[in-house]
């Protein structure tokens, strides 16, 4: 069973970058999506992008300017960073497998709060 | 970008209802329709991708289909554990847009 999990802070201040990383462990990152997706305050899902094994990217054009994603298969994590965060960055953040159809494993989500 | 209408935002319902959430996209997104249960403090839950296919271990009362640039997910006879909040996405093509949820909860 593939199990993901968030990690990294729970608190960032505005105008910094917020990164955060998922860590895979119960199955292989090859071969599949890996997708980053957010949940505000008002239950709100938006998805970010996607991150291939490889490296290729697909983010989302709304937040494309301020995102980046990357993948370390040697220690089976991928990251997000996303930049110049403001209030409205304030969420559950979610990491997930893209199957080629669906997100069908999920992290526990982690929440970040964007506050001086 | 392609929108996802999910309706409606809120159902209340009783044990052993039928019901139906609804989500209208914006154009056609051949079947890349995904539908997800969440629960309070907890991750979605995938329950049914390309439109109606169930996921492992999802019971059969749950069930997806698709009208014209409709697609619906029916649960057939509500359990107690089935009072969530519901979700569709698409994924036909980036962005991959979810609806705003359906809160089902008890009439």
């Known amino acids: 069973q593939v199990q993901l999990q968030e990690s990294g802070p729970g608190l960032v201040k505005p105008s910094e970058t917020l990164a955060l990383t998922c860590t895979v462990s119960?199955?292989?990152?090859?071969?599949?999506?890996w997708s980053w997706i957010r949940q505000t305050p008002g239950k709100r899902l938006e998805w970010f992008g996607n991150i291939y094994y490889s490296g290729i990217t697909n983010y989302n054009p709304s937040l494309k300017s301020r995102v980046t994603m990357s993948v370390d298969m040697s220690k089976k994590q991928f990251s997000l960073k996303l930049t110049s965060v403001t209030a409205a960055d304030t969420a559950v953040y979610y990491c997930?497998?893209?199957?080629?159809?669906?997100?069908?494993?999920w992290g526990q989500g982690t929440l970040v709060t964007v506050s001086s | 970008d392609i929108q996802m209408t999910q309706s409606p935002s809120s159902l209340p319902a009783s044990v052993g209802d039928r019901v139906t959430i609804t989500c209208r996209a914006s154009q056609d997104i051949a079947n890349s329709l995904a539908w997800y249960q969440q629960k309070p403090g907890k991750a979605p839950k995938l329950l049914v991708y390309v439109a109606s296919r169930l996921e492992v271990g999802v019971p059969s009362r749950f069930a997806g289909s698709r009208s014209g640039t409709n697609y619906i997910l029916t649960i057939s006879s509500l359990q107690p554990e089935d009072f969530a909040t519901y979700y569709c996405?698409?994924?036909?093509?980036?962005?991959?847009?979810f609806g705003q949820g359906t809160r089902l909860e008890m009439k």
């Open positions: 119960g199955g292989s990152m090859s071969g599949h999506y």
């Open positions: 997930a497998r893209y199957s080629g159809y669906a997100l069908d494993f």
């Open positions: 996405q698409h994924t036909y093509t980036p962005p991959y847009s």
